[in-house]
Structure formats: C-alpha cells, structure tokens
C-alpha cells in the first residue's frame, strides 16, 4: 500500500491531488493473482451494476468485428477499457474524442428518441406525461451505465431545462445552466476542477452564445434535411470555439483536421447513437438478429475507417502548443467579441476584435522572450528511470535510457515540459545503460531514484 506522491516539477500533471479531490488517498498493488466468490445479497445498485457487466459480456461474445464491438461498448456503455490504442489515437488527432465519451450529445439523443416514441403513440394531451417518462427514462439509463460525471451532469441539465417546461415557464438556457452548476456542486463541490465538468459547462455556454451567429452565415435552411445538417455544423463549431482555450491549455494539442471530420461526421452522430443504442437493447434481451449485427458492423467499420483517414493528416495536428492562464482568458475575450463581429460586422465590432487578438499575441510573445532567457538543468523520475532535461533559452537536451518505456517517457515527462517551457528544439541522446551519474557543469546528478 503506498501514498501517490506529488510530483517533483511544477509542469507535470499532480496525480495524487487528482486521487483526493476524488477521497482516494491510497494506492494497493497485488503482486499474485487474487480470488474472487459469488456473492448472493447484492444491493439494488450492484444488480444494476451486474446488468451492465452481463450485457458488456454478451458484446463480447457477438460475431461483430473487435473494433465494432469496443465501440459499441464505449459509446453506450461507457466502457472503454478494452479499446485498442491505435482506435483511441485515431479520435484523439481527428477532434471527435467527444463523439466517443458518453456526454450530452448523447442523453439529448436518447431522451429525443423516447420522447419522440412516447408522443408517436399518444396524444398531445399527454405531452407533460412524455417529458415526465422520458426524463425518468434517461436516469435509468445513467444508473445503469454506472452515473459517470458527464452522464449526471447532462441528465441534471436536460432535466432542469424541462421542469421550466412542465412548470410553463418560458426555458431559459442561462438559469437553467446555473441552476444545474448549483446543483452539481451542492452534491460534489470538487467537480468545479473536473475537466469534463469545466469543458461540457464552457460547450453549453458556447452554443448560447455563438450558435445563432453562426447559423446565420450559413446557407439558407430551408427544408429539414438543411437545418438538421446546418444545426449540427453551427452547434458543434460553436462549442468547438468556447472550449478551444481550455482544451489548449490542458492538452496542448490541436488538429486543425478537425474543424472538417465534425462537418462529415457529427451530422450522422445522431443515427450512429440511436443505431447503437438499438444494438445494445437487441444484445442486452438475447434478441439476435445477424443481418441487423452485419450491417451495424459494416457500418462502424466504415466510421472507423474514416476516422482513421482524418486522423492520417499529421501534417494539421499540432502537439506540444504552449498555453498559460493568462493567454486562455486573452482567448476567451476573442470568443466574447467575435459573436458581436458575426451579429454586425461593422468597424466597432471589427476593431474589438482585432484588439484582443492583438492582446492575446503581445501576452504570447511577452511569456515566449521571458521563457527563452531561462536556463536549467533537472533531473526527472520515471518508476527506476531517470531523464536529465538540459534547456538553453528555448533549445532543450533529454539524456535518457533505451527502455521500453520511453512513450510514457514521452508523454508524462517529455511532453509536458517542452509545453510547458515553450522548448521550439528538441534533442535526445541516450546515455550508457550501466551509468550512475552525469556530469554537468562541475554538477554530479545520479540516475537511480532509489
């Protein structure tokens, strides 16, 4: 049993105060395999929990392809922990890693799709009772894919939304956000440093207040399929937009083939959600159908291969993009101003606009001299492993071992640090795997951590 450590500089992502903010305080690793015996007085939740083990092993066990049958697994079950890494890659450098984590675009699917069902088969007296069976219906769903953070965020949202509706009072997006932050935190104060909690309230916040101005640039919807393509194009860059310093700052990574795999894929994202959730229903009550399983696993593989096509495109992923907090809130003022350059593009508009980017450029360029005048050498630990970062202005020097953990090396160590000290050249030399120390500068630093 250990206690996570935190870590030694200051660039490097503090695991263990991550760990508390969640009350894991201590870590038990097991050396020999471990027993496990069938317990009889599971509690309602368990079962719940045991439901949703059953149907991920029955996925398992369907004649769809491995990848079709990961996906399935993660983008309704919220299970991803057997997804190859090379799938995984693929919606990280294409921009659609949304599309793949269960978030709202999905809960307002579902809720739609029961919604729609519910008033197909009723009448329009009974509108209040659909909403009602709906929204319970979406929080049986988030019980049974095991009430993940973005799950209950989307369903308090959606849910807070339609109590004005029930309570015939006119839907406000704003109150309805506030209140559901309120809510959220009365229950879990430390979301507030959540990631996925920051990101999913700025997306909302981004529709609200770019997806009009948007929508009006683009071509004329004048039938259902147009605004149904033209809503989805103008929603997605909207929140693409509002999120994008934050995602800068804690990613450093952007694909600019992004912006164009959302305009292909996010408008089929809708059908791909129902299809799915059609399969796992099917799946989940023995219903075996193999034409239905054929043309699902045709169609993923399909999606798959796409994905891959744009995530080929390294020539547009940008890695490594420095970013501190006083650069993102410079882009969240270029965020407020440009809705008001795309409502009336007039000199005053123009002008804002123009200043912020240019405030945002002076900060960068101010915060790149600042970091090229620095020099250091450190000494970082990875498990027995040691790398010494040597930096000259904004060239920097890794000596490290030949191991077979250097893509960690590269990811947990390496890569933050040229972010982080905006390092535009980089150079890496391996060092004698029988060394102890090196040398520098009249300096003696041991490569053994214990």
Known sequence: MTKPKSPEHDFQFDYSKYLSRKEIFYQCFLNEEF???????????????????????????????????????GIILADRTEMDAETVKDFNRSGLVHFLAISGTHIVVIFGMFYFLMMRFSSVGLKKYAIVISLLFIWIFAVFIGFGNSVVRSCIMISVYFIYVLLQRKPDLLHSLALSTFIILIIDTQQIFDVGFQLSFLAVLGIYWLNQPILKLLPRQDNFVKKIIFNTISISISAQLATLPL????????SLISIVANFFIVPFSEVIIIFSFLMTALIGFNLNFNWIDVVYDFTIRALLEVIHWFADFDILFFENI?????EVFALFAVVYFLRFALISFKVKTFSNLVLVFG????????????????????????KKEAVISIKLGTKALFLMNESENNAKIKQ???????????????????????????????????????
């Open 412 to 450: 947990y160590i390496l890569n933050p640090y040229i972010s982080n000290r905006r390092i535009k050249k980089v150079e890496i030399k391996k060092y004698p795997p029988l060394a102890e120390s090196v040398k520098i500068n009249n300096k003696v630093y041991k490569l053994k951590s214990y």
């Open 359 to 382: 405030m945002f450029f002076i900060l960068r360029i101010g915060f790149n001299v600042l970091e090229g005048q620095k020099e250091e050498v450190l000494v970082h630990y990875y």
């Open 322 to 326: 420095p970013l501190n907090l006083a």
């Open 35 to 73: 027993f496990s015996a069938k317990r009889n007085d599971l509690s309602f939740a368990e079962k719940i929990r045991q439901k949703r083990l059953e149907t991920l092993q029955k996925i398992d066990h369907s004649e769809m392809n491995f990848r079709s049958r990961e996906f399935l697994k």
């Open 247 to 254: 995602v800068l700052y804690y990613f450093h990574q952007f």
